[in-house]
């Protein structure tokens, strides 16, 4: 059952895709080496409760963290922990809060100091397949043209797409239809109508595509071969031929920035 928001859900589901954003910013000021992953995780759920809203995935499924942590192999799902970052490292932060019952989702994968080139080269077209699946979530296309659009431009790079793992529709709950996988051929699935909101968030490895989840603890996702796997997600409204993306990297950016300076 896909949801069609009305322009009041809308609005709701932008003030809590403005939240997740704003955490992600908070969370980009510390992102340094030395840096534990579990000092994130504190400060993201700390802003979002400060700006009263809930961290979704905290406690869902017994997950116990308000960030999901991917440090270089991990692709998703990785627990916050004592581990400091190192130099060269990775690390996406994939964060979900709640806001007057609606939901936003956002990911972004950061590097810690100097990151080799050829892992620099990864996350830079990560980033821009997401937006590729965004160019072509227009209204009446379907979920498969946002699929291929995705998958296209990260195998023209060399890179493989993980398949276990899609982005989602999102609304009141965090997982809602349709799945938005990212990989899959143009002109199948369902159609894009204007008021459905979904998450994009292609999952790109650098090797291959294939992925083991521990059997530790039963969450964290990681490549096989053990090579860096980048993430980045866009929570968007489908709104004619040109969607309304409900969050921004742009506090993360201005984040960034100001630590150069
Ligand atoms: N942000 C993730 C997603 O995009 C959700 C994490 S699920 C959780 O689907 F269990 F870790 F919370
Ligand atoms: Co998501």
Same mark, same amino acid.
């Given at each position: 059952?896909?949801?069609?928001? @009305?322009? %009041?859900?809308?609005? /709701?589901?932008? *003030? $809590?895709?403005?939240?997740?954003? #704003?955490?992600?910013?908070?969370?980009?000021?510390?992102?340094?080496?030395?840096?534990?992953?579990?000092?994130?995780?504190?400060?993201?759920?700390?802003?979002?409760?400060?700006?009263?809203?809930?961290?979704?995935?905290?406690?869902?499924?017994?997950?116990?963290?308000?960030?999901?942590?991917?440090?270089?192999?991990?692709?998703?799902?990785?627990?916050?922990?004592?581990?400091?970052?190192?130099?060269?490292?990775?690390?996406?932060?994939?964060?979900?809060?709640?806001?007057?019952?609606?939901?936003?989702?956002?990911?972004?994968?950061?590097?810690?100091?100097?990151?080799?080139?050829?892992?620099?080269?990864?996350?830079?077209? @990560?980033? %821009?397949?997401?937006? /590729?699946?965004? *160019? $072509?979530?227009?209204?009446?296309? #379907?979920?498969?043209?946002?699929?291929?659009?995705?998958?296209?431009?990260?195998?023209?790079?060399?890179?493989?797409?993980?398949?276990?793992?899609?982005?989602?529709?999102?609304?009141?709950?965090?997982?809602?239809?349709?799945?938005?996988?990212?990989?899959?051929?143009?002109?199948?699935?369902?159609?894009?109508?204007?008021?459905?909101?979904?998450?994009?968030?292609?999952?790109?490895?650098?090797?291959?595509?294939?992925?083991?989840?521990?059997?530790?603890?039963?969450?964290?996702?990681?490549?096989?071969?053990?090579?860096?796997?980048?993430?980045?997600?866009?929570?968007?409204?489908?709104?004619?031929?040109?969607?309304?993306?409900?969050?921004?990297?742009?506090?993360?950016?201005? *984040?960034?920035?100001?630590?150069?300076?």
């Amino acid at each position: 059952m896909i949801y069609i928001k @009305t322009a %009041e859900e809308i609005e /709701k589901m932008r *003030a $809590a895709c403005d939240l997740v954003s #704003r955490t992600l910013g908070e969370v980009a000021k510390w992102v340094k080496p030395g840096v534990t992953t579990l000092r994130l995780d504190t400060i993201a759920r700390e802003f979002i409760l400060d700006n009263g809203g809930k961290p979704s995935c905290l406690g869902y499924h017994g997950f116990p963290g308000t960030l999901c942590i991917e440090v270089n192999e991990t692709v998703v799902h990785g627990f916050p922990s004592n581990y400091a970052l190192r130099e060269g490292d990775i690390i996406g932060t994939d964060c979900v809060a709640e806001l007057d019952g609606f939901h936003g989702d956002s990911c972004y994968t950061f590097a810690v100091g100097e990151v080799d080139e050829k892992v620099r080269q990864l996350m830079k077209v @990560t980033e %821009e397949s997401l937006y /590729k699946g965004i *160019a $072509a979530a227009k209204e009446g296309k #379907r979920i498969g043209d946002i699929s291929n659009a995705v998958q296209t431009y990260c195998e023209r790079h060399g890179y493989s797409v993980v398949r276990e793992m899609c982005g989602h529709g999102i609304g009141k709950s965090m997982h809602e239809d349709p799945e938005v996988p990212n990989y899959g051929r143009r002109g199948i699935g369902p159609v894009l109508k204007n008021g459905m909101c979904i998450a994009i968030e292609p999952m790109i490895n650098l090797g291959s595509k294939n992925v083991k989840i521990s059997a530790e603890d039963g969450w964290t996702c990681r490549t096989r071969d053990g090579k860096p796997s980048a993430h980045y997600e866009h929570t968007i409204v489908i709104k004619g031929e040109t969607p309304e993306i409900l969050t921004t990297f742009d506090y993360i950016e201005a *984040a960034l920035n100001g630590k150069d300076s």
